[in-house]
């Protein structure tokens, strides 16, 4: 008598999905070079810790400011370099102690020599009370993030993990899209710069600097926030990766 044969097993949909070779992942060079020139750009005026060369008025009257804003460069762009180690996939599956250490790094640094030097420089800003405003609030958006993120990654609650930290990641960055966002409204407003400005370039570029302080991390938070809108709860990870 021949024996019934087993029905073909259904492929287990938990089984883990084998890994994408890195030319499927084309974002993880560019955002890496993006932070590589963003340092290149940010640092040199602050290397000689001449605060003549500081980009913006540096306040003679608050001992504090200038240490505080060299600090901060400083962190900010160790931690831009740390961002693409953190999102590349390959690195977390092969390497995770790498992906522990690096972010710890990103937060136990970040917080104190970035958000929290981020905070007390926000209200300073040359640029206006409204930009004022704006800073503030994207530190402590990005305050408020990391630290999320990190006590989630503490509780093992690696969703919500990889959710609070992909929003850190997007506010950090923000910085350096805000320098592409002034010169593209800069370029947007120059039709205007007569009607507008009086001809007054600085003028032109001081009110769109608020427009760009707002829309650098206005835009990618909404952007992120789609994107993780499109996967549904119950496709975001629950597990270490
Ligand atoms: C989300 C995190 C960050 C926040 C909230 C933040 C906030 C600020 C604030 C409020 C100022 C003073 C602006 C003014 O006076 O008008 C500033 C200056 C500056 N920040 Fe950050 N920052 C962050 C991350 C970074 C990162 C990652 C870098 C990378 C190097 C960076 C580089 C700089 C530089 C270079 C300046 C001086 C302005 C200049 O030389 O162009 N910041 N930041």
Not at 37 to 52: C, H
Not at 163 to 171: I, N, P, T
Not at 173 to 178: E, H, K, P, R, W
Request: glycine share 6%; hydrophobic share 50%; net charge positive.
């Amino acid at each position: 008598m021949t024996q019934p044969t087993a029905a073909p097993t259904p492929p287990d949909s938990r089984a883990p999905r084998p890994p994408r070779p890195w030319w499927r992942r084309p974002w993880i060079v560019p955002l890496a070079l993006f932070g590589l020139v963003f340092a290149a750009y940010a640092l040199p005026p602050y290397t000689s810790l001449d605060p003549e060369q500081a980009r913006l008025p540096v306040r003679d009257d608050l001992a504090w400011h200038y240490p505080v804003l060299v600090t901060h460069i400083f962190a900010g762009a160790l931690l831009t370099l740390i961002v693409p180690l953190q999102v590349w996939p390959w690195l977390r599956r092969r390497h995770p102690s790498v992906h522990r250490w690096s972010g710890r790094v990103y937060v136990l640094l970040g917080v104190p020599l970035v958000g929290v030097p981020g905070l007390l420089l926000g209200p300073l800003s040359s640029v206006g009370p409204d930009a004022r405003i704006s800073n503030v609030l994207w530190a402590l958006l990005w305050l408020a993030c990391t630290v999320l993120g990190y006590l989630a990654a503490r509780r093992r609650d690696f969703a919500r993990h990889r959710a609070w930290m992909l929003r850190s990641f997007v506010l950090l960055y923000g910085v350096a899209l805000n320098r592409i966002v002034l010169v593209l409204l800069a370029l947007l407003m120059l039709p205007w710069l007569d009607s507008g400005f009086g001809g007054d370039v600085e003028a032109m570029i001081l009110s769109v600097a608020v427009s760009s302080s707002y829309l650098s991390w206005v835009l990618p938070l909404l952007a992120v926030e789609w994107w993780l809108g499109r996967r549904a709860p119950g496709r975001l990870r629950t597990t270490a990766r």
